[in-house]
């Protein structure tokens, strides 16, 4: 019982500090030149908990004024490698403006979130120029709150998900690419925007470190910020009834409002359970439908999406199924339920076979020994993406969205390009410039 209050009691008295956060803030990048309202961040600026904002580490960081002119532009931060810049902050949407840009060079800019969140790829700067972009993040905690915001109970994390950036109480920013340079961040809350939350497994989590990836942390580079924000709540192993009796669903529909939307993508961690009453068209149905029942009584939109097929060619070089009659169990939900559908699978079938057996490669973790620090033997996932492979999944789902005319897809940025899964993306023109996170051991699940 003591143990009981004395939980509770913290988690009281964690709300009570959120509550009292700031939420609001300014910074200006560079020399540590004072700008009216803004904070300014140096080289130096390490991130300490009194601080609240800082630097992860600074080792590398340089900091430039390349002339006399005065403002948030006069100068910059940059580093040869990438780097890790955190606020301390409550959990909730926000706008995240960004200054990049050199007034007496050029610059190459790439912006991800928490754990590798994609929002800007390979934004450039020609000399002399400064480019404003904003894009909108969810910061997340793992506690759950009532209504009035008092604690009420917790999720269940995985040890691994402890050094996670995205469960911490930090909006944390890595700066990456050939010639990042940062002139000034802006932080501000969007309590105005539609969230699309986002269930599911290591298909779907934002994956936190290199060389794996998933679709979740490459699709909100494809909307318009301000309007929608993702967030991710899929965590890598988990099922529908596991990702409930972690009370991951109970935390996302404690943040649901009304016209807010819940993406499902389950299955392949859900074919492995056995026992009786346990299949797909019993227990995972069923699983269905109360996420289906729980998101519309809190007014939000389910969708459910079909498990993207793991990398197995027959010998024709087709795919061939290996999830059994899950992706045909979530059709029939969806129809009998009236509820939107993404075929992924029928979708990723015609982008691998696309691919065909050899290319396909490239789009999954298939890397010889010593590719990356640590790596001692080769790795060979047919389940798990590269970032490339991430991101045309991703832009499967947007396809998806856009062919069904989804409310979500006048969101969706004006310049994407034209998609067809039949007609992927050339491998050879992917960018991205990795992290310096990495790990050679794969995540849960297969």
């Known amino acids: 019982m003591k143990h009981i209050l004395f939980f509770l009691a913290a988690l009281l008295l964690c709300s009570a500090a959120t509550a009292q956060q700031k939420t609001n803030f300014k910074f200006n990048f560079g020399t540590g030149t004072t700008v009216k309202a803004y904070t300014p961040v140096t080289a130096e600026s390490v991130y300490t908990e009194s601080a609240g904002f800082g630097f992860i580490s600074t080792a590398d960081l340089t900091a430039v004024k390349p002339g006399k002119k005065t403002g948030i532009t006069a100068d910059y931060i940059t580093s040869k490698k990438p780097f890790f810049f955190s606020v301390k902050i409550p959990e909730g949407n926000y706008d995240v403006t960004v200054t990049l840009g050199d007034l007496n060079g050029t610059s190459a800019n790439t912006v991800r979130a928490e754990c590798r969140r994609l929002f800007i790829k390979n934004l450039q700067t020609k000399k002399g120029e400064i480019k404003t972009v904003t894009f909108t993040v969810h910061v997340k905690d793992s506690i759950i709150r009532d209504a009035n915001g008092n604690a009420v109970d917790k999720v269940k994390l995985k040890p691994r998900e402890i050094n996670y950036f995205h469960w911490d109480d930090k909006l944390t920013l890595e700066f990456n690419d050939t010639a990042v340079k940062v002139c000034a961040v802006e932080i501000k809350p969007n309590t105005t925007a539609t969230t699309i939350f986002l269930s599911g497994n290591s298909t779907v989590v934002d994956q936190d470190r290199e060389p794996w990836a998933s679709w979740g942390q490459m699709i909100p580079s494809f909307f318009e910020p301000g309007k929608i924000c993702i967030a991710n709540y899929a965590e890598s192993g988990e099922t529908l009834s596991s990702f409930m009796g972690a009370r991951r669903l109970k935390k996302v529909l404690s943040l649901m409002k009304a016209g807010d939307y819940l993406f499902i993508e389950f299955g392949h961690n859900d074919q492995k359970q056995k026992g009786e009453g346990i299949g797909p068209f019993t227990s995972y149905k069923r699983d269905l439908e109360y996420f289906i029942n729980e998101v519309r009584k809190k ?43 993404v075929d992924l699978n029928a979708m990723s079938k015609v982008m691998y076979e696309a691919w065909g057996p050899e290319q396909s490669v490239k789009a999954f973790v298939h890397y010889p020994a010593n590719t990356f620090p640590g790596q001692d033997k080769k790795l060979e996932d047919n389940t798990h993406f590269n970032t490339y492979g991430a991101y045309e999944i991703a832009r499967c789902i947007v396809h998806a969205i856009q062919e069904q005319q989804l409310p979500i897809a006048s969101f969706l940025k004006k310049d994407i390009p034209a998609f067809e899964p039949a007609k992927p993306d050339d491998v050879n023109q992917w960018y991205w410039p990795q992290s310096v996170l990495m790990v050679a051991v794969k995540p849960d699940g297969n």
Not at 308 to 329: E, K, Q, V
Request: hydrophobic share 35%.
């Open 299 to 341: 007014g939000g939109t389910p969708v459910l999406v079909t498990s993207m097929n793991r990398r197995s060619f027959d010998s024709t070089g087709h795919i061939t199924n290996t999830l059994g009659d899950y992706p045909a169990a979530v059709r029939q939900t969806a129809k009998e339920e009236n509820v939107a559908l």
